[in-house]
């Protein structure tokens, strides 16, 4: 026998098949929903359950995941583009933190999680939309990646204790205030 031949990874058929849904969600919604109050909360209640139902390494997949939807599709506003590549990192910014920080408590994980990736985007939209937009277009532009991100945030984390809750979902980790 080849003491080299490689083995095929096992699959988790339950964790790839959370993950489709998940993606699916992600990849719909901003097709579906052209209005940021809505589509901000259903894609940041999809990234918290990626983390809690498929770990924070599947749910960094599905984070990117909504900007290429809505950039493929040509739904993002053309002076948002070039935000395309800080919204993926401040997405991840938001799975990693609340990762990190669900065994402190899932609501100081959201609230962290939601208060870092607005930080990211404010300070990321105004340098880049100064760069490259007059400064009253700019400051509208970066408005929208501003304060409406924590809502929408921790709208999602809302939404998602709530699904969780719904599924009777347990994890200790997420128990504490």
Do not use: C
Request: positive net charge.
């Amino acid at each position: 026998m080849n003491s080299s031949a490689k083995t095929i990874p096992k699959i988790n058929i339950n964790t790839l098949a959370k993950s489709a849904v998940l993606l699916s969600v992600a990849f719909f919604a901003p097709m579906v929903f052209h209005i940021q109050w809505v589509t901000g909360p259903i894609v940041n209640a999809t990234l918290f359950l990626a983390v809690a139902l498929v770990g924070g390494r599947n749910a960094l997949l599905i984070g990117i995941i909504p900007s290429v939807a809505a950039l493929s599709t040509g739904l993002l506003p053309a002076p948002l583009v070039p935000m395309v590549p800080f919204i993926m990192i401040s997405n991840a910014i938001l799975i990693t933190i609340f990762d990190w920080l669900k065994e402190s408590g899932y609501w100081r994980g959201v609230i962290v999680a939601a208060s870092v990736k607005f930080l990211f985007l404010y300070f990321s939209a105004a340098a880049v939309m100064n760069l490259i937009f007059r400064e009253d277009l700019a400051i509208k532009i970066s408005q929208m990646l501003s304060w409406p991100q924590f809502f929408t945030a921790v709208l999602g984390g809302m939404i998602a204790w709530m699904i969780l809750s719904g599924l009777n979902y347990r994890d200790d980790r997420f128990s504490k205030p």
